[in-house]
């Protein structure tokens, strides 16, 4: 039962796509297990880039069967949207399958996600917008629109009209906003059933019995590490599981099918929307990370807050996923610098912490400990092997490696698909 998570170890972006991509080859099935399209991967394949937000990167693999999860929220008018962009560069995308138990973000779902924010001001999280907040949050208060409700009009305006009776109270009388007509989303939702009906299936029992006739299956997560709801820098954190554990209940599999699980992290540490970082860099160094490695979200068109390494933050993501492996991305990014900084610890209040804090006041007021390793400055984009690397780069790795508390097995020298030094076999 080769089962495998693959989900990032830092703030998310760290370039989970290009893992994912690298190993579709091998793999039969990739599943997206949580979040929506608030989560963006980019992948080369070529001369060609690929932005995909909610489907699954195995999309692009020929052989692979992508699918979305019970876990995930989806928007359909999104994705429908980015199956057509998809079939219109010549991508098959009709192995695509979706969870009849996934969740749909539904129009008022993104009217309350972008008048609260609003509403917060200076005390706004960052959210993108999109929904995914208030549609987990009506998945919690059973008040959630499934995949297969768009099947039974019935049970679909009885949901609608439950979920409305408060948010229509909410929206008029706390925001000052007009009330959204039960008959208008019901009607928008039941358009998309049959655009859909071709993908939805019983996804539980399909990747089981996959892993029962020994297929590969690569549980793929969206966001990162820092960004769990519940194992996050909380409440600057998304609003599902990206960690390990949330493969499981996301996608309907045991733990104890589970065989590997790999931690993406990049040489240096970004982050999108408001929360503690503390190795951003608000300088020359931080501009450069930022141009150099493209640090803009794929999903928001943001542009990436930038820091140096953070050994600490990738100590807790080694616990709390029960990391296997790492994939380390964008070494190449980080070629130029005579010196590179690495945070080995944090101070707060005087004291040396070597472990994440789980106080947020403490978090929010550490300050990074750093350890300057030595830089290189050799192109390092055709590297094929780890010895083809600078002597200096080498070193880093390995610094990155001893401190982190997990094997880097494999190492991303460039953008390209084909621009990755496996060191270890995932499979």
């Known amino acids: 039962m080769p089962a495998l998570v693959l989900l990032g170890a830092q703030w998310g972006d760290e370039g989970k796509g290009k893992a994912t991509d690298l ?145 229509n109270q909410m929206l008029t ?14 009607e928008e939702l039941l358009g998309y059933a049959d655009k859909l009906a071709p993908y939805v299936a019983d996804t539980v029992l399909v990747l089981n019995e996959a892993l029962e006739q020994d297929k590969v299956v690569l549980f793929e997560g969206g966001q990162g590490t820092l960004l769990d709801i519940d194992h996050g820098t909380y409440p600057f954190v998304t609003s599902s599981n990206p960690t390990a554990g949330g493969a499981c209940t996301g996608a309907g599999v045991g733990p104890t099918k589970i065989s590997r699980v790999i931690g993406i992290l990049k040489a240096y540490t970004t982050r999108v929307g408001a929360g503690p970082f503390p190795t951003e860099l608000f300088d020359e160094d931080g501009e450069a990370l930022r141009r150099i490695g493209g640090e803009r979200g794929v999903t928001t068109g943001r542009d990436r807050r930038c820091g140096w390494f953070d050994a600490v933050i990738a100590r807790y993501a080694t616990r709390v996923n029960g990391l296997t ?35 947020q006041t403490d978090f929010h007021h550490a ?4 350890e300057m390793l030595p830089g290189w400055s050799e192109d390092i984009t055709g590297a094929k092997s780890f010895s083809d690397l600078p002597k200096n780069a080498q070193g880093y790795v390995k610094a990155l490696e001893e401190m982190s ?11 390209g698909r084909d621009e990755t030094i496996q060191i270890n076999s995932f499979l």
Do not use: M
């Open 23 to 167: 190993l579709g080859g091998s793999v039969d099935y990739v599943v997206r297990y949580q979040g929506g399209n608030n989560a963006g991967h980019t992948v080369v394949v070529g001369d060609q880039k690929y932005a995909l937000h909610l489907l699954p990167s195995g999309i692009l693999s020929p052989g692979c069967t992508p699918v979305i999860g019970n876990g995930v929220v989806v928007d359909p008018s999104v994705l429908l949207s980015e199956l057509s962009g998809l079939n219109d560069r010549g991508v098959d995308t009709s192995k695509l399958l979706i969870s009849g138990n996934a969740h749909i973000i539904t129009p008022y779902n993104v009217t309350v996600d972008k008048v609260t924010e609003r509403f917060l001001g200076k005390r706004k999280i960052g959210t993108t917008g999109r929904g995914i907040g208030p549609t987990y949050a009506d998945k919690i208060n059973r008040v959630g629109i499934r995949v297969q409700d768009l099947y039974d009009e019935s049970i679909l305006t009885q949901k609608v009209e439950a979920a409305l009776d408060v948010k």
């Open 405 to 415: 508390g997990a094997p880097i097995s494999a190492i991303g020298v460039g953008p």
């Open 325 to 359: 492996d790492f994939f380390l991305t964008k070494l190449d990014v980080l070629t130029g610098w005579e010196q590179i900084p690495v945070c080995v610890a944090y101070e707060i209040d005087g004291r040396r912490v070597e472990e994440l804090p789980y106080s």
């Open 367 to 370: 300050k990074p400990v750093y």
């Open 173 to 186: 009388k706390l925001y000052n906003r007009r009330a959204i007509a039960v008959g208008q989303v019901v």
